[in-house]
């Protein structure tokens, strides 16, 4: 399949991403193929190409068509596999490549992405992929670079955790208004912010909220029972002053822990 995805007009390469990608699938796991284009993709012949595939139509959405940072593909059912193409401007990887290094980066609003898309997520996604096909090397090339995490981005994301602290205090404001919602998706994000400080902090990329706590209670520098404590923070969303305390202290020792 990859193979035959870099014969259509604007696909670069090809890369497996996801779970199958890091060996922490499930049999039940979908697969994730990148496909990294430059220009504009050959949506209707992605389109053919998927029918082929799948032996039915499949609506394949060109950039732009899922949001502006997972910008469009196809869902594809194989043989009675699931299998996510999913497009990647190669362009822009590079930009936001180029970005980290430098120690910049933003968070943009992604449907499928309740914390925000991070932008380090593309490099990360280079760095933890398996290239597929790759026909004039851009893609292994610029995945050996992005093996090494920039110091200026771990910086960058480390000193992000003053956010969590912020979010708190706002956390705490609502909690006593009764503005459950307000509170709730402060104390969330709180949390979605100390995980990319912890994965910052050890040089791993984060790619997105799946999996983030279980993987950032597992670092070194995590405060012990980070998991548990996170999860206690979620799960006392109905008593929200209390979850608040305890996701404040739960910052001010991840902060102490990271220095930050």
Known sequence: MAERLTAVPGIAGVMLGGSRARGTHR??????????????????????????????????????G???????????TVDGVPVDWILRDLDRVERVWDDCRDGRYEVGTQ????????SPGYPGEMAL?????????????????????PEPLRKALVAA??????LAASARKSAGA???????????????VLAQSLHAHHRTWCLNEKGALAAAAALPAAPPDFRARAEGVLARLDDPAAAVEAAAALVADTRDLLGS
Request: glycine share 14%.
């Open 111 to 118: 449907p499928g992405h309740p914390l925000g898309f991070w």
């Open 178 to 192: 009764h503005d459950t919602l307000h509170a709730a998706l402060c104390l969330s994000h709180a949390l979605g």
């Open 161 to 166: 955790a003053w956010e969590a602290e912020f």
């Open 129 to 149: 992929g398996r290239v597929l096909a790759d026909p004039e090397g851009e893609l292994t090339a610029l995945r050996q670079q992005t093996l090494h995490y």
């Open 27 to 64: 049999p039940d796991s979908d697969w994730d193929l990148g496909l990294y284009y430059r220009g504009e993709p050959d949506t209707a012949a992605l389109a053919a190409l998927a029918a082929e595939f799948t032996g039915g139509p499949v609506e394949v959405a060109g950039p732009g």
């Open 66 to 76: 899922w949001g502006p940072w997972v910008n469009g593909g196809a869902w594809l």
